[in-house]
């Protein structure tokens, strides 16, 4: 069905994706490079300096994964050491810039500024300096996440008045739909994965919170770091579509 909700979508004039009241919550960008051997700590420490001005809040910590092994001596938890992360946050706290041994990761939190108004160039930028000071890294993944939180001003929530899209549940006489969670994948042209995960919370005073959860990411040959530009557009173009393609008028004047 998203296929032909974005295809819809494709036909929408340009303006009415920019709305007055934007439900983003959150949007990540993260941009994997091909390295045959992960930064150290001493060499992600090098960004401090460069970051400062805008990331006065910075902490190195040391990123660990766990392993569970069964043998014979009985389960073992063992803990592995994964490397370590910069991460660096603006005064309001509202704007993150993470590097790890293998990725740069870039938030804005809300209030989001707008993908051409700055987001964009504030990926671009913080790339340029990761690759000015130890690249060029060619560049394997890049994915954008945008986390959406729309209180919907209804309860009982009927999905069918707010999004373009009707939940996979019986419907029974007297029954009374509860919280719901969701998530599907979906390839895209240009080798890009659509994530998508959707859940209702519990209704907080006359409305009910859904969280609209949207990953596109891209996976291909190392491409170089002058390519960027083109793969930040091609994972941004999706969301737009995908976003717009869920939602009914109804939902849209929320947002105006």
């Keep these: 069905m998203i296929d032909g909700l974005i295809t819809q979508a494709i036909e929408m004039p340009r303006s009415n994706f ?15 490079f091909n390295v ?11 960004l401090k ?3 400062a001005a805008e990331y006065p809040d910075q902490k190195l910590n040391e990123e660990k994964g766990v392993k569970v092994e069964v043998g014979a001596d009985g389960v073992r938890v063992v803990e592995d050491k994964m490397g370590h992360r910069l991460v660096c946050r ?8 993470q590097l790890s041994g293998r990725f740069l990761a870039v938030n804005q939190l809300k209030p989001y500024p707008g993908w051409e108004e700055g987001f964009r160039d504030t990926i671009t930028a913080r790339a340029g300096e990761v ?27 009927a999905w069918e008045d707010w999004f373009n899209f009707r939940l996979p549940v019986p419907e029974l006489k007297g029954a009374v739909r509860g919280p719901f969670q969701m998530r599907f994948e979906q390839q895209l042209k240009g080798s890009c994965n659509l994530i998508v995960n959707c859940v209702s919370l519990p209704s907080v005073g006359d409305c009910t919170p859904v969280i609209l959860d949207l990953d596109v990411v891209w996976i291909g040959k190392p491409a170089s770091a002058a390519k960027l ?10 969301h737009r579509l995908a976003f ?7 939902l849209r004047e929320e947002f105006s």
């Design 18 to 32: 920019k709305y007055a009241k934007p439900p983003i919550q959150e949007a990540i960008c993260e941009i994997h």
């Design 90 to 97: 603006s005064n309001d706290a509202c704007r993150l810039v």
């Design 36 to 46: 045959d051997e992960a930064l150290s700590s001493e060499r992600i420490e090098h």
């Design 244 to 250: 717009e393609a869920y939602l009914t008028d109804k």
């Design 49 to 51: 300096e460069v970051w």
């Design 131 to 157: 690759q000015t000071r130890f690249g060029p890294f060619e560049i394997v993944r890049v994915g954008l996440r945008y986390i959406n939180k729309i209180d919907v001003p209804q309860i009982p929530f």
């Design 229 to 238: 530009s083109k793969l930040l557009e091609t994972v941004h173009a999706p």
